[in-house]
């Protein structure tokens, strides 16, 4: 019978490409509900960063959940957008709350390189349904996109607590998204291209936020 935890190991070595991580623990294991007794014995090639090498995943999450940011990242997912998982990526990188996919619930999880087994992620099957979660939360909903009534990211002060919001490769926000956020804000791009990748788009904007939550750099 394959053990789980050594099973997700080995997916996630495999999804993380090289060999990373460590070999089977040097000397006396380690007291603690947190450690893994499997990737003890046989190594821990998760792409995971040096400080859970060895715990479980589920120790991971748990300590994840103490400090996870006061923001929330939300996809539109109508086409199946492969760029899905790669959101989701840098959502665990920079900790957000959650991720919440707006549409459609199979999205594509091979750009993700396993992150979302740490990241809580959540499914709305409408705008509708949506924009009711967040008012109840009293998030705003900031949509990030460029349209005529955008301001601009690098110059707009990002509240603490809110939902932003990313269209899907090539549409964009749609209209039922653009008309329900409070703010909508694009990114400022400088060659002939008129947008920049979805997955792109969405890192530029939770670094801001960070920027501005975590190291208090007002915007410009």
């Known amino acids: 019978m394959t053990d789980p935890a ?3 190991a080995a997916v996630e070595a495999a999804a993380a490409g090289p060999v990373v991580g460590v070999g089977p623990w040097d000397g006396p294991w380690p007291e603690g509900e947190q450690w893994d007794p499997e990737l003890l014995a046989h ?9 859970y090498r060895y715990w479980t995943m589920e120790a991971i999450v748990a ?6 940011h006061a923001f929330h990242v939300a996809v539109e997912n109508w086409q199946h957008d492969l760029n899905i998982g790669s959101v989701v990526r840098t959502a665990n ?10 549409g459609r619930r199979r999205w594509n999880r ?5 992150t979302d087994r740490y ?3 959540r499914h709305h099957a409408s705008v509708e349904e949506f924009t009711a979660w967040a008012a109840a939360e009293g998030l705003p909903v900031i949509g990030i996109d460029n349209f005529p009534d955008s301001r601009q990211l690098e110059t707009y002060d ?4 809110c939902v932003l919001v990313f269209g899907q490769e090539g549409p964009g926000l749609s209209p039922e998204m653009h008309a329900a956020a409070g703010a909508t804000l694009s ?7 008129r947008s920049i990748n979805a997955s792109a788009a969405a890192a530029v904007a939770m670094h801001a936020w960070v920027r501005r939550h975590v190291f208090g750099q007002p915007p410009g």
Request: hydrophobic share 45%.
């Open 6 to 8: 050594a099973e997700a």
């Open 43 to 51: 190594g821990d090639r998760r792409n995971v960063v040096d400080g």
């Open 63 to 68: 300590d994840l959940d103490t400090r996870r």
């Open 93 to 102: 990188a920079f900790l957000a709350r959650e991720v919440h996919i707006v």
């Open 110 to 114: 091979r750009g993700a390189m396993v």
């Open 119 to 121: 990241q809580h992620v």
């Open 158 to 161: 990002l509240p603490e607590r």
């Open 187 to 193: 990114i400022a791009q400088f060659g002939s291209t």
